[in-house]
């Protein structure tokens, strides 16, 4: 969902006149520095950390909650996040888990912890 409702919509499409995006060039356009081509940008993966921090911002959690979540301690979790220490092979594969399907897999933690 783009976030925008139709009268908001509508207020931005009024704010351009259709003639002068049709009169812009391609050369013009391409130049556009506000707009840099991303295509052929290298990245790097993200790492335990990154994959911690966006999951559990994602998921509107606690560090409390999430730790709890995963079932280790808070302090564990802050020296993940904060990359003093790094989780073992068993735990990055588990926030590979989480990090690709964030709300199924804390559905179905919730599930485990309450039973």
Do not use: H
């Not at 207020?11 to 840099?36: G, H």
């Not at 560090?63 to 073992?88: C, M, S």
């Amino acid at each position: 969902m783009s976030g925008f409702t139709s009268a908001a919509a509508q207020v931005f499409a009024s704010s351009f006149q259709t003639d002068d995006l049709c009169q812009m060039d391609a050369p013009d356009m391409a130049d556009d520095i506000d707009s840099p081509d991303w295509t052929e940008e290298v990245t790097r993966p993200l790492d335990a950390s990154a994959k911690l921090k966006l999951t559990r911002g994602l998921l509107v959690m606690s560090q409390a909650d999430f730790a709890a979540l995963l079932g280790i301690p808070v302090t564990t979790l802050q020296n993940w996040e904060q990359r003093r220490t790094a989780p073992d092979a068993v735990a990055r594969t588990l926030i590979d888990l989480i990090y690709d399907d964030p709300k199924e897999m804390r559905a179905r933690m919730m599930r485990r912890n309450a039973a």
